[in-house]
């Protein structure tokens, strides 16, 4: 039976007159990617804060490996780790000692947090520059840094506030694989992301957040179905067959040319089956077959009635945004 990582009801969290959270609910299962997406000022930050026991919320039942984030703060900071938007790393010295004052910090055993450290160094791809100060790392390789002294302590739910913001491709991509090599070991990934694409590619399931509520839940593919737009495109190999197939479907498109039609569809596996079945009955045979339906960036678009914000905010902004008096 799969048990809940992040349980969620009811948060609410205001900065004065200003609602940030409305009535938040949220289930998270264990062993699963989830990504909180929504536009600048939406709340996504502070959901952060909460559920990592570095903010308090004004109410609601908030649980994190089954303990209560304002009851049981120590305990929920013992199982979870948290990746801010910014770099926690000290880049005067060492990656190697940058693992090693975490080590320290969580009171592990000299000889066992030492081992730990060389450990993380060596799947985070470090090692060659272990002894090397931080000041002289690339951008990749100062987040797999920061990522790597998140998991000094071993935690069984990790944070990740915008972990790949300003990072090339192929870090993104470098980091999209260590998150999945995570999840597989059964650690809960809980992620905000600018990127809707990383969305896509990592989160089991997506919550959009807009105005401080969850306007939408589901997996990626769930909400793209909710998106006008989606089709089915069927090329044909004679003239005669998607002549056939004209009279026979519901056609949103045509391409004499290219001997292709659009049929309207949601994309889902009942629609495909259904529009094979009719075209099996009708005799008329398919060369080639593919789904098209909305992308994430058009469902942010739809449902929020604004395009998403790409560039990362500073620390300022980001409090601002949200609420949060600049410091």
Do not use: C
């Amino acid at each position: 039976m799969m048990r809940a990582a992040i349980s969620v009801a009811g948060l609410r969290k205001a900065y004065g007159d200003k609602v940030v959270l409305d009535g938040i609910d949220l289930s998270i299962t264990e062993g699963t990617i989830f990504a909180l997406l929504g536009p600048n000022g939406a709340g996504k930050t502070t959901t952060v804060n909460i559920l990592s026991t570095l903010n308090r919320p004004d109410a609601g039942d908030i649980r994190v490996g089954g303990h209560d984030v304002r009851a049981d703060a120590d305990a929920v900071r013992d199982v979870i780790g948290l990746t801010g938007q910014f770099s926690a790393v000290d880049s005067i010295i060492t990656g190697e000692e940058n693992l090693n004052l975490i080590a320290d910090l969580r009171h592990l055993p000299k000889k066992q947090g030492r081992a730990r450290t060389w450990e993380l160094l060596e799947q985070f791809d470090l090692t060659e520059a272990a002894r090397k100060p931080v000041s002289t790392y690339s951008g990749g390789m100062k987040r797999r840094l920061d990522l790597a002294m998140t998991l000094v302590g071993n935690p069984r739910v990790i944070f990740l506030d915008e972990p790949t913001a300003g990072l090339d491709p192929r870090s993104r991509r470098t980091m999209w694989q260590i998150i999945r090599d995570l999840v597989a070991g059964g650690v809960t990934i809980f992620l905000t992301t600018q990127y809707l694409d990383e969305a896509d590619q990592l989160a089991d399931r997506i919550a959009l957040l807009d105005h401080g509520k969850i306007i939408a839940e589901g997996t990626p593919a769930e909400l793209k179905r909710r998106i006008p737009g989606g089709h089915i495109s069927l090329r044909f190999a004679q003239l005669a067959e998607l002549e056939a197939a004209a009279r026979t479907l519901t056609v949103s498109g045509r391409d004499d040319d290219n001997l292709t039609l659009q049929v309207p569809s949601d994309g889902g596996v009942q629609a495909l089956r259904s529009l094979l079945d009719r075209l099996d009955r009708e005799r008329i045979d398919v060369a080639e077959l593919a789904v098209h339906t909305p992308d994430l960036d058009d469902v942010f678009l739809t449902l929020t009635g604004q395009p998403r914000e790409r560039q990362p905010r500073t620390p300022a902004q980001s409090r601002e945004s949200e609420g949060i008096p600049a410091r």
